[in-house]
Each structure stands twice: as C-alpha cells, then as structure tokens.
C-alpha cells in the first residue's frame, strides 16, 4: 500500500474509533450507534477510495463481526438479497449480448438512425427507457437488462476505436440519471411505487396511476430534457459531432451480414425476459426469477459458458460491495436508527409554516438517502412518518404524498449504490466515483429546482394545491 492510501486508511479508521467511543445519543441504543460508525467510515472509504471497494466492503463486514456488532449470518444476510443477485444477473446477461454480437447489432441501429451527435445518443438512451418505463417496474431489471446493454454495446464503440473514454462516462451517466427521472413518473416504473400508494392509501389518499402521471409528467419531461444536456456539459465528450456516424453505422451492419442464430437466440432470450418483466405482477414471478431463466437458456444454449460467468469480475466485485451496503442500513433501520433519525428531524420542524416546513421534510428525505442502498428500503423506513409530519404542518395531503414519492425515485440518482441500477453502471468502469457523486449532487439540485418550481406551477393548475 502506498503511503498516502495508508494515512487515508489510518485517517478513516481513526475516524471510525472516534465515533465508536462517543456515547450513543440519547433514545438510540449502542448497537445502533456502533452500526452507523462501521457504516459511515465504510461510505467514507469507498469515496476516498484507499482500497479497492470490494477490500473496504471485507474490512467493513469483518469489523461487524468482529465487534459483535452483528452477528456472521446478520453480515452475510445481504448476500441472499434478490436484488444483489438481479444486479449480478445483468451483468452476465450483458455479457450475453456482448458475445453473441446482438449488442453491437443494436448500437450500430441505433447510432444509424440517431447517431449524428453524442448528445443525441444520451437522449435516445434516456427515450427508450422512456418507452419503456411504464412496464417494466423493476427498475434493476429495465436499467441493468435492457439499457446497459446498450449503452454499453455503444460506449465500447467508441471507446475502443474513437479513443473517447469520456464518451462511456456520458452515456453511462445520463441513461442512470435518465432512469431516476422516469422512475418517478409512473406508478409502475419502480418497484418502490406501489408500496408508496398503499402507505399514502393508509392515510386516505388515493394515488391512482392517472393522477401519479398526470402531476409528474410535465416536470418529469423538462427533467429528461435539461439533465442530459447538463451532464453532456460537465463530461465533455471529446467526440461532439458524428456527423459520419451514420455512414459507417450502416458500413458495420453490411459487413455483419444477416443475424446469426446465437444473435436469434440472445433476442428470443431478451424479448422473453422483457415479457416476464412486464407480466411478472400478473405470473407472481419476480424479476430475480425471470432474470435466473434467461441466464439458464443462455447457459444451456452456449451463449454463455460457465467460464464466461466467473470471468465477469465486475459482476463478482460488485456482488460483494452491494450485498455489504444493503446490509449495513437495513440493521440501521432493524436497530431504531432510521426512526430516531426520522423524529429527531420532524421534531424540529413542528410549527414551521406548511410550505416552508414541507420543503425541509422533503429536502431532508431526498437528501437522507446517502444514508441508504435501496429505494425501496428509505420508503419502507422514512416515508409514512414523514408524510404525516408534513400533513400536520398543513400541507395539502395529495401533494405531500406525491411529492414525497417522486422523490423516492428521484434521491437514487445521488450515489453509485442508490438504487438498483447504481452498481450496475458503476461497475462497467466508465465513470469515476468522484465524477459519479460530483454529477449525482448537482442532477439532484437541478431535479428539485425543476420539480419545486415547473412542478409547483403545473400542481397548482392541478388544483392540488
């Protein structure tokens, strides 16, 4: 290890001993406050980044084991997890794409028909998901299966005979971002949204598809109309226009001739996976499952070998990161942190005005989720009490509870762990960590301003306020 990665360690491990031997704050019990000292010198760790994500993750697991923090079957518990296996899953789905040659088939389609400059190839990105969105409501599976394919099949593109790596880093980053938004927009575009309208239905409000749409669709749409662009501008691909791509899209597609039969069968595979996806509700099949069958056909019809599942090293590497940062908060909100955190904070704005009061409960749930791994996790632990805070201040309850779950989707853009597709995206190299939260934390400023503002006018005409 290199001296100043050793000071950075011995930094964060002091940092950790520190917050370890200050007594737990008053209504929160040890563990818990162990827990979150372990949890947040992890976090500290894999942004400062003085080993490599999967060490820290070891190291993390090891220090809760070791502490009797948690016990060895709790540490390991998130490596059962279904959405650490989904994650996994689509990368070796990807990877089916990749070897078969139907990913690059698709890329060049796609660069033939919008492929005049980057900056439209991150909006097609965002589009198709766009399409998409409203029936696939796993977003692990829309964005690991269906867009990283793609993007990837074209970051490579480009990567590999452009010599622009900033390009993957921009399609990387505005087709997450873009999964976020549209996430948001509709009640069946994350998993997170239904769970939302049965707690908000606990309170007497009625969240219907119609009306969840109807007030997100005007910010939702100026959202995926400036975020790309913002992101195109901080990344600064070196290849801006393509003026050529077309020509040699087309050139690519002669030269592979006519589909090959392991192309037919990748996309029999795909267009299954996406049918099981979109009617996962209706077959009680869950995505994960879906995802295991399309693995399995691609095994046992040679798309795939079992040498190509244990050289996918991103797969494994994020594997074991993600399963660590899922488990970590889920015993901080089994332990009571979640809670405490969540009425220390509403203590604090009793008696505000509803409007000032409510814009705090929302900034403070939005930006609460550095704290968690998964969307569906922050709402199951967060979102009831908040809704009722801000309905006590007075905000109009229909529009605290949408407000609330767009930003339940909106707040998974912040980090590389956020939310399903995070390690996904991550985990294909593109884009640094630093670069990852640097865009995350503007993107989020840009989606609140656009949502409080354009979508505060647009709820008015709504009548919901």
């Known amino acids: ?89 689509a990368f070796f789905i990807s990877r089916g794409f990749i070897s078969s040659g139907l990913g690059n088939r698709i890329a060049y389609r796609i660069m033939s028909l919008i492929g005049k400059n980057s900056l439209g190839l991150g909006y097609g990105l965002v589009a198709t998901d766009l399409i998409i969105a409203p029936m696939i409501p796993s977003l692990t599976a829309r964005g690991g299966g269906v867009i990283y394919p793609l993007l990837k099949s074209l970051a490579d593109i480009f990567t590999g005979s452009s010599h622009d790596p900033k390009m993957g880093a921009f399609l990387t980053l505005a087709a997450f971002q873009g999964m976020a938004i549209t996430s948001s927009m509709f009640l069946t575009s994350m998993a997170g949204n239904p769970l939302i309208a049965e707690l908000a239905k606990t309170h007497g409000i009625e969240l219907t598809w119609t009306s969840w749409a109807a007030a997100a669709i005007v910010p939702g749409l100026i959202s995926l109309c400036v975020v790309p662009y913002l992101i195109f501008k901080m990344i600064s691909p070196t290849i801006r226009a393509t003026p050529h791509a077309k020509e040699m899209a087309l050139h690519r597609l002669t030269q592979m001739g006519s589909m090959k039969k392991q192309e037919w069968i990748m996309l029999a595979t795909f267009i299954l996976l996406i049918t099981l996806w979109i009617a996962g509700s209706f077959l009680k099949l ?14 046992l019809t040679g798309i795939l070998s079992w040498k190509d599942v244990l050289e996918e090293h991103a797969a494994w590497d994020t594997f074991i990161w ?21 009425d220390g904070i509403v203590s604090h704005v009793a008696g505000f005005e509803w409007l000032i009061g409510f814009i705090a409960i929302a900034l403070i749930y939005f930006y609460s989720h550095y704290l968690f791994a998964s969307n569906v996790g922050h709402i199951t632990a967060m979102y009831a009490p908040f809704l009722i805070v801000s309905i006590a201040l007075g905000a109009p309850p229909e529009l605290a509870a949408l407000v609330l779950g767009f930003f339940s989707s909106l707040f998974g853009g912040l980090t590389h762990y956020g939310s399903g597709p995070a390690p996904i995206l991550f985990g294909a190299g593109y884009v640094k960590i630093g670069e990852w939260w640097k865009v995350g934390a503007v993107v989020g400023l840009a989606n609140i301003a656009i949502y409080m503002l354009a979508g505060g006018l647009w709820w008015k005409i709504l009548g919901l306020w």
């Open 1 to 89: 290890m290199q001296k100043k990665n050793a000071l950075t360690l011995g930094i964060i491990v002091a940092i950790a001993l520190a917050i370890w031997f200050i007594p737990a704050p008053k209504g929160l019990k040890p563990e818990a406050w162990h827990l979150f000292a372990i949890f947040f010198t992890t976090i500290l760790g894999i942004i400062l980044k003085p080993l490599p994500m999967g060490v820290i993750a070891v190291l993390s697991l090891t220090a809760c084991v070791l502490t009797q923090t948690l016990s060895f079957a709790d540490a390991f518990s998130g490596f059962s997890n279904e959405i650490v296996w989904l994650v996994s899953f």
């Open 286 to 299: 869950k995505a994960t499952v879906a995802a295991m069958v399309g693995l399995a056909i691609l095994l």
């Open 322 to 342: 993600f399963a660590t940062l899922i488990t970590l908060p889920a015993f901080l909100n089994k332990f009571g942190f979640s809670t405490w955190l969540s």
